[in-house]
């Protein structure tokens, strides 16, 4: 199925964002926006999900002519045995199909007709005392543009009406984090024809190829969350902790993108912390103080309506590369855009990341660190001591977006591509991240020196220069278009934008100092 299908009805607009498509949606058209200059999402976006679901659903003959398509949403939760609520974020194949922003909900679809049903909470009289308006059926139905609405208390009642010849519902494995999807379950579903089975890889599929309005949902949350990078790279200072860039990052996203979510913890590691991969986590929490001389690795993407960004930026902290570090970006860089300069229908995504790493094994050898023929370097996986993980993944309403790993695809069981997240050829309408690095990580760089089939490639004094210098990564994301690649990303690049774009923004953190409530 390819992307941007003539069918679609409205499209994604904003205040400031001027979208590629010249269907503009008309005003009264249900949507999602909050306010100002933030996007405004049509409810066409999910019809044309649903749509597309069913149509997908129709072709397989094990689909029975009555089958309803039942989705669980997510439970509003509350932090372990307390009452304080965790803040709210929708399941993501739910939102996918129904862009319902409430918690506790249910969601069905007839796939002969596509007709749509929701099922909301009924909710207690209390609740306008202390959580707000209690909607009606009715509003709902209008907010969110489906065929009828009903109690969530409800839905065997209602669905038995439909008489169905089965129930598909949703269980699967995703095959990045390894935990399987939620099924739906409600009482009396016992009394039902159920088939689990059926539907994951259905609607997973579906989800890998973006239509042209969660495209344009994808450009607004990679242009937010560009200029929020820059904010911060004009910010930066030696002598500030790595979480006060965090902070900033985080409210540029919410104040000027509407984006109460990031889509994963950031991670801003400086110095010999740029080298930990996954950085941020609680046990290392972005608490360093940035020094004069360190790398910066920050890679941070702001959310949108479920949709997400995942962009990393690698600086210098004092706005001056030193030759090392330029030496060891420029390789970098030069190995992402020889993987976008390949990217098109129908490459095999593990023949790019053997690219990036061909591409940096040659610039590690003109540097010095490493010596000999670059293809015996790659025989006994040389590069995955340099990038031990894969060159990027798929990207949508989760930032490690689901379907990497089909039935019939495999992950290949070598040292740097079994960390890939995705080993598909590439297919119009798919948007990936593309994130080369190259890290400085004793553990690993031990490893490689213990053994006599990577050590022998290795020059020991070059790179006893380079322990403590942390590591570079440079992430994009990107669309597959019908010819190559559509950059969604929009950052300072080369050494010399980074360093003139730095120039600028230092001695002036007026900004900066406001937001922290420091004074200059």
Known sequence: MSAGAGSERGTVTSNNV?????????????????????????????????????????????????????????????????????????ESYFHWTFGVTEADCYGAVEVATGKSLLFVPKLPESYAVWMGTIHSRDHFKKKYSVDEVHYACDVAEVLKKLQPDVLLTLRGVNTDSGHTTREASFDG??????????????????????????????????????????????????????????????????????????????????????????????????????????????????????????????????GRFTADQRDIYQAVLKASRAVMSAVRPGVAWPDMHRLAERVQLQELTRIGILK?????????????????????????????????????????????LRSLRTSRNLLQGMVLTIEPGIYFIDHVLDQAL??????????????????????????????????????????????????????????STKQFDQLSGQTA
Do not use: W
């Open 18 to 90: 001027r979208v590629k498509s010249s269907k503009m949606a008309a005003t009264e058209e249900p949507s999602f926006s909050l306010g100002n200059a933030t996007l405004r999402v049509p409810m066409a976006l999910f019809a044309l999900n649903r749509r597309r679901l069913c149509e997908q659903l129709r072709k397989n003959t094990q689909v029975p002519k009555k089958a309803v398509v039942v989705l669980q949403g997510g439970d509003q939760t509350q932090r372990y045995c307390t009452d304080t609520d965790i803040v709210f974020r929708q």
């Open 189 to 318: 579903i016992s009394q039902f024809n159920v088939n689990n089975t059926l539907l994951h890889p259905v609607i997973m599929e579906c989800r890998v190829i973006k239509t042209d309005m969660e495209l344009e949902l994808l450009r607004y949350t990679n242009r937010i969350s560009s200029e929020a990078h820059k904010e911060v790279m004009k910010a930066v200072q030696v002598g500030m902790k790595e979480y006060e860039l965090e902070s900033l990052f985080e409210h540029y996203c919410y104040k000027q993108g509407g984006m109460r979510h990031t889509s994963y913890t950031c991670i801003c590691g400086s110095g010999l912390n740029s080298s930990i991969l996954h950085y941020g986590h609680a046990g290392a929490p972005n608490d360093k103080t940035i020094r004069d001389g360190d790398m910066c690795l920050f890679d941070m993407g702001g959310e949108y309506y479920c949709y997400g960004s995942d962009i990393t930026c690698s600086f210098p902290a004092n």
């Open 372 to 416: 000999g023929n670059v293809e015996d370097m790659m025989k006994v996986y040389l590069g995955a001591i340099f990038m031990p993980h894969g060159l990027g993944h798929l990207l949508g309403c989760d930032v490690h977006d689901v379907g990497g790993y089909p039935e019939g695809v495999d992950r290949i069981d070598e040292p740097g």
């Open 450 to 507: 213990a053994d006599p089939a990577q050590a022998c490639f290795i020059n020991k004094d070059v790179l006893a220069r380079f322990r403590g210098f942390g590591g570079v990564r440079i992430e994009d994301d990107i669309a597959v278009t019908s010819s190559g690649m559509e950059l969604l990303t929009c950052v300072p690049r080369t050494v010399e934008e980074i360093e003139a774009f730095m120039a600028e923004g230092s001695g």
